[in-house]
């Protein structure tokens, strides 16, 4: 039913119980020339003269009477309907469906869940963690986490931090293959490859060279289709791997991973927060979007500064030359 359709008949049961239209118009927050407007439309879909009507009083027809006492039990189950979704957008419990990268993301996807948790107990947070670009009004997203280098179109983004690429490596490796001292010299090293989950192509190293983003082929000694499987792959000593800030930043800091190269570091890429409009949300999807801002956004914690890097390879080097 068009949507001038259905305002027409709340505008004629509104008329009846208040038996004004004027009062009908105004309690619609319409003016009464539109509001007689919207009947005469509807008699004239309708064929049928609807209500006896004067400057003074107005009265159903019999036709009108047999309309109405048809169409108010389905007005009433709508109204009903439209209370229900208006108390819901205020309630802080239901469905939270959250999206993220499967990569190496837990780690900062997880204490914000753990928070929220405790904070609404009523929410049942629903999380997918898929490293594919899915559809958003398909999947019934309420918020959503990416890598990105820009925002996706027709939702609202928010960068939280830069999507760092490090070259790294464990100690382990270092003493028994040294350290390359520039990126070409990484031909000589067994690197490790990511093998796209959807596509099965292997990604390239991506770098910062001289300020440009650039991106180059890797000859693999190490493949695989999961992040976490690569970071135990370097952590273990079998490769050098070029991981994300967000797998590698603890490593680094505690010394079980060493940072090399650092002046190629890429921030080429950004964590991103993706949702739709807010003020059609509920609740508990504004609460989680507020509290994960506030918890991730330029959070030192998942990211690396250049005196941080510098000091962790310096370190490193130094220990590798100590053996």
């Avoid at 239901?94 to 914000?112: A, D």
């Avoid at 929220?116 to 309420?142: A, S």
């Avoid at 991973?257 to 739709?276: K, N």
């Avoid at 994960?292 to 510098?310: K, V």
């Amino acid at each position: 039913m068009p949507i001038n359709e259905l305002r027409a008949i709340s505008t004629l049961a509104k008329a009846v119980e208040l038996g004004s239209l004027r009062k009908a118009a105004a309690a619609q927050d319409m003016t009464p020339q539109a509001a007689s407007q919207a009947l005469a439309q509807l008699e004239a879909h309708l064929g049928v003269r609807l209500l006896h009507r004067t400057t003074r009083n107005i009265a159903l027809t019999s036709e009108g009477r047999q309309f109405l006492e048809s169409a108010q039990p389905a007005l009433a189950a709508l109204e009903r309907a439209v209370q229900r979704a208006r108390s819901a957008k205020d309630e802080d419990q239901g469905t939270l469906r959250i999206v993220g990268p499967r990569s190496c993301f837990l780690p900062v996807l997880w204490p914000v869940v753990d928070e929220f948790c405790k904070q609404y107990p009523g929410v049942q947070p629903d999380v997918l963690l898929d490293d594919r670009i899915g559809n958003w009004v398909r999947d019934q997203v309420d918020v959503g986490f990416r890598f990105s280098s820009q925002p996706e179109e027709g939702l609202i983004a928010r960068r939280l931090f830069p999507l760092q690429m490090i070259i790294c490596a464990s100690p382990a490796y270092l003493a028994a293959h040294g350290a390359p001292d520039s990126l070409e010299a990484l031909a000589s090293h067994h690197c490790s490859a990511f093998r796209h989950p959807a596509s099965g192509a292997l990604m390239p190293w991506y770098f910062t060279i001289d300020g440009t983003f650039v991106q180059r082929d890797i000859s693999p000694a190490f493949t695989t289709n999961d992040a976490e499987v690569e970071v135990a792959s370097v952590m273990s000593g079998h490769c050098i791997g070029l991981l994300t800030n967000t797998s590698a930043a603890t490593a680094i800091r505690e010394g079980r991973l060493v940072p090399l190269l650092i002046q190629h570091v890429s921030e080429h890429y950004g964590v991103y927060i993706y949702y739709g409009s807010r003020k059609a949300q509920p609740a508990r999807v504004r609460a989680f979007i507020d509290l994960a801002i506030a918890r991730l956004a330029d959070n030192p914690a998942y990211f690396l500064g250049t005196e941080e890097l510098q000091a962790a390879e310096a370190q490193g080097r130094r220990a590798m030359a100590a053996r």
